[in-house]
C-alpha cells in the first residue's frame, strides 16, 4: 500500500519556524517528484514548494519565496518543508504530494499520484 504521512504540524507563535516532514511508505520517493501544497478554510489548494527526483528543482510562489525550503533525504525516504518567519496568513492544512513528472512542472493537483492526509499548521500568537 503506497502512503505519504505528514507531521510536524501546530501551533507556532509568528515569526516562529516549523519543519514539516512526509513520509513514504510502500513505495521509494526518490523515483517521484514531491511537492508541498497547503489549504485555509475557503480558498484553494496551493502550490508551495516542489523537489524534483534529483533534488535539483524547488519551485517556489512569492508568497513563501525566501522563507520556505524544500528538502529530501532519501535515504530517510522523507521529504521536509521547512518553514520559517510564519506569518498568520501561512495558517492552513498542509499536504504533500508524490508525482512520477521528472521534472516540477506544475502544481496541477491532478498531475500528483499519491497523497497524505494533511498536517495542520496555525500561526498565532
Known amino acids: 500500500q503506497y502512503r505519504l504521512v505528514e507531521s510536524g504540524g501546530g501551533l507556532v507563535q509568528p515569526g516562529g519556524s516549523l519543519r514539516l516532514s512526509c513520509a513514504a511508505s510502500?513505495?521509494?520517493?526518490?523515483?517521484?517528484?514531491i511537492a508541498w501544497f497547503r489549504q485555509a478554510p475557503g480558498k484553494e489548494r496551493e502550490g508551495l514548494s516542489c523537489?524534483?527526483?534529483?533534488?535539483?528543482?524547488?519551485n517556489y510562489p512569492d508568497s513563501v519565496k525566501g522563507r520556505f525550503t524544500i528538502s529530501r533525504d532519501n535515504a530517510k525516504n522523507t521529504v521536509y518543508l521547512q518553514m520559517n518567519s510564519l506569518k498568520p496568513e501561512d495558517t492552513a492544512v498542509y499536504y504533500c504530494?508524490?508525482?512520477?513528472?521528472?521534472?516540477?512542472?506544475?502544481?496541477?493537483?491532478?498531475?500528483?499520484?499519491?497523497w497524505g492526509q494533511g498536517t495542520q499548521v496555525t500561526v498565532s500568537s
Open positions: 504530494a508524490a508525482s512520477i513528472m521528472t521534472s516540477c512542472s506544475t502544481y496541477v493537483p491532478s498531475m500528483y499520484l499519491y
Open positions: 523537489i524534483s527526483r534529483s533534488g535539483g528543482s524547488a
Open positions: 510502500g513505495f521509494t520517493l526518490a523515483n517521484y517528484a
